[in-house]
């Protein structure tokens, strides 16, 4: 089976999670209303393969496997299917996996992109346990960021219909406002503190002579980030930030990242050696 | 020896008709034991409702001989000297027995997929049950009709959803709230719809309720009754800090609660959402409210429109509850336990 590659394992990932986000919009237009378990299967076994992808490209590095774009991009996915999974087990919250695949699919056709998985050498560029770390971490905070935003979708949804009495508020099987609200809270705090442990990791990392850590596109950009979400969990927990702008926020920040993610990793010294 | 079903019902009926032929509880052993007594029945049921009056019997006489039999023992036993045409149904088998399961699924009920129904039918023949007026056949029919009904609202959406005005406002409460046990309901105006949405709220576990009306014994009597407290008329918007969900229904000719009024509670409420139901008429909340922010406002039309929507989902699922008991009772009429219960057929 040696021509069957992580890729492939990957790339099949991604055909589940394609499959699923079909599967997502005939739920949509039902309303989603029935109870079932078809979009949790297909998105489960999207993220079993996406885990043995993984687990291959690990086991061939013989560390983990967050060396360059496509690697980092896999592995911010896989953090946050493997979220929605857990998650979508907390009642009505099944349908969690509808929204999320289609954040998945999209962002793991354009990880399969081949210039952002170049070949390496026998060893990555990284190595090591604070690096693994440090990757990581911060690869996990953007999963519970990106399922964050998702929770924020529902309720802007679950928001709209009550507000504009759609019938679809009632007659879908979606967690109530407060919960979704949540959710969302605490999911975006997990991340907050998975980011903070990463960034603080990054800076203990050994760095070339003149390479300074805050001086990095990279680094700047992640600062950046780091404050966008403090402010929102500030102001959302202390300054009375209403709940339809906390959510509106931290979509926006989700997006954000997702769109500079790849550019900022571009211009980095440190992450490009 | 068939089943056949006697009555009137909601359908035929009206109420001035349905409470004559009523049967009162205590005189339900009486009547089974003079439909025995008269030959006419070896097994027998009465299900007396506000909807309908029914009689479940296993005759030994031929259907039509029963129908006639029956039907003077209606006119009878309540002294009716009325005249009587198609408001008194009378079904042989197969079709009594698929009039059996559709009352136990609330197919027949006024309102479709109810639940109460159900518990109705089971008291009737638990009734007849214990003073040994069932046999082979009702039992098997009974029990095969109470598990058709658990199959049906299992497999099908006929009792999902609010098909009241008290319901639909519980549930979009639900829809709001994590849970109703953090929350407090105001109710403003002591009115009788008001009263049983908090009622409705209550038995969902809401944390407490606050009453306010311009009578202030109404006020007094209503929050003992349910267990919460009063406040004067005046001071009402005073615990728009404490309350989330907000019920009102006084016999004001305007508006109540207006946007300039619920702006600066809403600042005093730090934005917590707030769900405002509204079932006066004339309204007393000015719609315009509900362009605030973490604002829900439902009038009575609005919960009305719910309703019937759910009723007409309702509608929708019935071909599907049909089916199955046409299925069910094919198997029911096959099987050898139901035709010869006993060996005797």
Redesign the interface.
């Known amino acids: 089976m040696a021509w069957f590659t992580d890729r492939h394992c990957f790339m099949l990932a991604v055909l589940l999670y394609g499959a699923s986000t079909v599967y997502s919009v005939f739920l949509w237009r039902k309303g989603f209303r029935r109870d079932e378990w078809v979009n949790y299967f297909l998105l489960g076994t999207g993220v079993l393969l996406h885990t043995l992808a993984m687990t291959k490209r690990g086991l061939t590095l013989h560390s983990c496997p967050v060396n360059n774009l496509y690697e980092a991009t896999t592995f911010l996915l896989w953090a946050l299917g493997l979220a929605c999974l857990v998650y979508a087990l907390l009642p009505r919250f099944k349908f969690l996996a509808a929204f999320t695949a289609p954040v998945l699919f999209t962002v793991g056709v354009f990880a399969l992109m081949p210039s952002l998985d170049p070949p390496h050498g026998p060893k990555p560029e990284f190595s090591g346990a604070l690096r693994s770390l440090h990757a990581a971490t911060i690869l996990q905070a953007y999963g519970a960021f990106g399922l964050a935003a998702v929770a924020a979708g529902m309720f802007l949804m679950?928001r709209h219909d009550?507000?504009f009495?759609k019938?679809r508020?009632?007659?879908s099987l979606l967690p109530?406002?407060?919960?979704l609200e949540?959710i969302t809270f605490r999911l975006v705090a997990v991340g907050f503190v998975l980011l903070t442990i990463g960034l603080a990791a990054g800076q203990q990392l050994p760095r070339h002579a003149g390479q300074p850590y805050f001086s990095d596109p990279k680094v700047i950009w992640s600062a950046l980030l780091w404050l966008v979400y403090l402010e929102s969990l500030v102001a959302y927990k202390y300054l009375?930030r209403?709940?339809?702008r906390f959510a509106i926020c931290i979509i926006a920040s989700f997006v954000g990242l997702l769109l500079t993610f790849w550019i900022t990793n571009l211009f980095s010294a440190l992450h490009n050696p | 020896m068939s089943v056949v079903v006697i009555g009137l019902s909601h359908r035929t009926s009206p109420v001035g008709l349905r409470e004559r032929f009523a049967f009162a509880e205590g005189g339900i052993p009486g009547a089974l034991q003079q439909l025995r007594d008269s030959g006419l029945a070896t097994e027998a049921a009465i299900l007396s409702t506000c909807n309908r009056v029914e009689l479940y019997v296993a005759t030994p006489l031929a259907p039509d001989e029963a129908f006639a039999a029956l039907r003077q023992f209606l006119v009878t036993h309540h002294a009716y000297e009325g005249a009587l045409g198609e408001e008194l149904y009378s079904l042989a088998e197969p079709h009594s027995l698929h009039h059996l399961f559709k009352v136990a699924s609330g197919l027949d009920s006024m309102v479709i997929g109810e639940t109460e129904i159900f518990g109705q039918l089971k008291k009737a023949y638990d009734l007849a049950f214990t003073h040994k007026f069932t046999g082979p056949r009702l039992n098997k029919a009974f029990q095969r009709a109470f598990n058709v009904s658990k199959q049906i609202r299992t497999e099908t959406n006929i009792q999902r959803g609010s098909v009241s005005v008290m319901s639909a406002a519980v549930e979009l409460a639900e829809k709001i709230f994590n849970s109703l046990a953090d929350h407090e309901v105001l109710v403003i105006g002591a009115g009788e719809t008001s009263e049983k949405t908090a009622r409705a709220m209550l038995s969902r576990g809401a944390r407490g309720v606050v009453v306010t009306n311009r009578s202030p014994e109404r006020a007094t009597a209503l929050a003992a009754e349910l267990g919460g407290r009063a406040v004067p008329f005046a001071q009402w918007p005073d615990e728009f800090e404490k309350i989330d969900i907000a019920v009102s229904s006084t016999a004001a000719p305007h508006h109540i609660l207006d946007r300039a009024k619920l702006e600066p509670l809403m600042r005093r409420r730090q934005h917590r959402p707030l769900l405002l139901i509204d079932i006066a008429v004339p309204r007393d909340i000015d719609p315009a409210v509900s362009e605030l922010d973490n604002v829900y406002l439902y009038n009575v039309d609005d919960l009305q429109s719910i309703a019937n929507e759910y009723l007409s989902l309702r509608q929708e699922e019935v071909a599907r509850c049909e089916q199955i008991i046409a299925e069910k009772v094919a198997a029911l009429l096959a099987a050898n336990s139901y035709l010869v219960p006993d060996g005797r057929g």
């Open positions: 679950q009550l507000k009495h019938l508020a009632l007659l109530s406002m407060q919960r949540l009375g209403p709940s339809r």
